[in-house]
């Protein structure tokens, strides 16, 4: 079992921990409760961040905080490629860069050389299974504790990325059975 945290800040300030830690403990798997934001707060947030709201922005953008995967660009082209016949993997890839770049999404981590996302930009917690490569959002609680106490160490934490790496219990247990 391997585990990596990392809380980075302006200073690129990184923690390692180790199994068994207090903070792992005493997280749980959360049941997703997001609603998808309306379209006027998606305007104010693109207006907010001084990006022009074109449909296929809103389109990718509305499909990422309606998931809680945490898909990669390709995830993401096949699921409004119905919606938006003209797209291209290339403009997905191009508005997720811009969507990142305006801080209206955050990349979660790059697994098997793909990039994957979350529309879901308040501190919180993943968990990677390795075996399938789902990304499951972990309790918020205590990281926001942890958030704290790094901006009070060290200056303000704008992100957190802080990711498990495991094997979930689902998958473990198909690989027990076969
Ligand atoms: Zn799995
Ligand atoms: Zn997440």
Known sequence: MGIRVEV???????????WPHPILESMKKTTPTRARPTKT?????????????????????????????HPDVDMLFRAVQPKLRKISVFTVYRTMNALEEAGLVWRVTTWKGHARYDGHVVAHAHFLCERCGKIMDIEAGDVSALCKRVS??????QRVDLMFYGEEADCAAEQGAS
């Open 152 to 157: 009070g160490e060290h200056g303000q934490v």
């Open 8 to 18: 980075l800040g302006k200073n690129k300030v990184v923690y390692f921990f180790h």
């Open 41 to 69: 707060k998606i305007r104010a947030a693109f207006h907010a961040a001084g990006l022009r709201l074109t449909r296929q922005r809103l389109t990718i953008y509305r499909e990422l905080t309606g998931r809680y995967d």
